[in-house]
């Protein structure tokens, strides 16, 4: 893991003043860490019974798909509002200026799935924990929460569900 931490590119005041922006662009684009990181998420989740990972536009669709392949489980897409063309659940939450919404096919989730909610970077918690509501609305077995890197100094997981089992490849 160290290799792909090497690879990750730290991009400052983007994509506003004060915040320094972890872009996996970088490892993405390396077929090393791309492979390594395809591998510590399967590691992770291999022996778990997925049946369904659900990435978070945009960037979780990258690393959500590698997993869903790696562990031969299902891919769904969470995605910002009016981007899916069938029936659709959408839960809004609060940012740090003004209020997001994210959506979700009705579909997509069954009473027989289990889930893994994957995003590449784990920040103030917001944006999973509206996905986390949306799949649990859905009533799915069980849900797990995965990110690539989290920024433990934001607090995010204070925002994410009590006795959730929540992971990430790495933590800042
Ligand atoms: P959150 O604050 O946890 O709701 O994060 C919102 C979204 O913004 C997540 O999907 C992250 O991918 C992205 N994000 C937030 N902060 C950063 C950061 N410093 N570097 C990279 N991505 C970020």
Known sequence: MEYVKSKIRDVIDFPQKGIVFKDLTTVFKDPQALNTIGKALADLYRDKGVTKVVGIESRGFIGGSILAHEIGAGFVPARKPGKLPADTVSCSYQKEYGVDTIEMHRDAIGPDDVVVLH?????????????????????P???????????????????LPAGVEVTSLIAY
């Open 141 to 159: 077995q069980k849900i797990y929460i995965n990110f690539i890197i989290e920024l433990g100094a934001l607090g995010g997981r204070n925002l």
């Open 119 to 139: 995003d590449d970077v784990l920040a103030t918690g917001g944006t999973m924990a509206a996905a986390y509501e949306l799949v649990k609305s859905m009533n």
